[in-house]
T-cell receptor
Framework: GENVEQHPSTLSVQEGDSAVIKCTYSDSASNYFPWYKQELGKGPQLIID?????GEKKDQRIAVTLNKTAKHFSLHITETQPEDSAVYFCAASSSNKLIFGAGTRLAVHP | GAGVSQSPSNKVTEKGKDVELRCDPISGHTALYWYRQSLGQGLEFLIYFQGNSAPDKSGLPSDRFSAERTGGSVSTLTIQRTQQEDSAVYLC????????????FGDGTRLSIL
């Protein structure tokens, strides 16, 4: 079946550093790639998304890049802050649903 | 608020009992999804409703699981004869149309089977 691989599973950075999370997908028909942030006890919150007709998108400190040829996309967080600590999920559209990666637990240390 | 609302937020029940989980999507959203999230894991797709079309039930793990969506709005997920492995957080999301539109999630129902 369709699959999304996400790396790393955990990531620890110092406040102010950058964090990068990478995902690969298997369905060549995927054309929508959202990223979600999930805090403890809460549902996933959409933080940024990108469509296949765009290679990069930026929103303040977060950016996402997409390489359709290689079937991978990445989330970049710059100038990390302690409140960025959470679990991040990537996803790819496939057959009218989203296939999620297994998540990355990001810890930002003051 | 105007977000996706799920109830109950927590449910503890004995093995073998039936449970019913409710999702109230964002007004105007025609697509509704149910996912399951086991402890420390990713999101597992269960079922998808889009307007009046037949639902996509391809993610339901067994025939003990069923869902319905009445009037194109509120949805209920029912688990019959619960087992301990059903313990998880059940998340609901809604969007304007299909999976190519942003999905907005509720905070989930944490289900614990004793």
């Amino acid at each position: 079946g369709e699959n999304v691989e996400q790396h790393p599973s955990t990531l620890s950075v110092q406040e102010g550093d950058s964090a990068v999370i990478k995902c690969t997908y298997s369905d060549s028909a995927s054309n929508y790639f959202p990223w979600y942030k999930q805090e403890l006890g809460k549902g996933p919150q959409l933080i940024i998304d990108i469509r296949s007709n765009v290679g990069e998108k930026k929103d303040q400190r977060i950016a996402v890049t997409l390489n359709k040829t290689a079937k991978h996309f990445s989330l970049h967080i710059t100038e990390t802050q302690p409140e960025d600590s959470a679990v991040y999920f990537c996803a790819a559209s496939s057959s009218n649903k989203l296939i999620f990666g297994a998540g990355t637990r990001l810890a930002v240390h003051p | 608020g105007a977000g996706v609302s799920q109830s109950p937020s927590n449910k503890v029940t004995e093995k073998g009992k039936d449970v019913e989980l409710r999702c109230d999507p964002i007004s105007g959203h025609t697509a509704l999804y149910w996912y399951r999230q086991s402890l420390g894991q990713g999101l597992e797709f269960l079922i998808y409703f889009q307007g009046n079309s037949a639902p996509d039930k391809s993610g339901l793990p067994s025939d003990r699981f069923s869902a319905e969506r009445t009037g194109g709005s509120v949805s209920t997920l029912t688990i019959q004869r619960t087992q301990q492995e059903d313990s998880a957080v059940y998340l609901c999301a809604s969007s304007f149309s299909n999976s190519d539109q942003p999905q907005h999630f509720g905070d989930g129902t944490r289900l614990s089977i004793l």
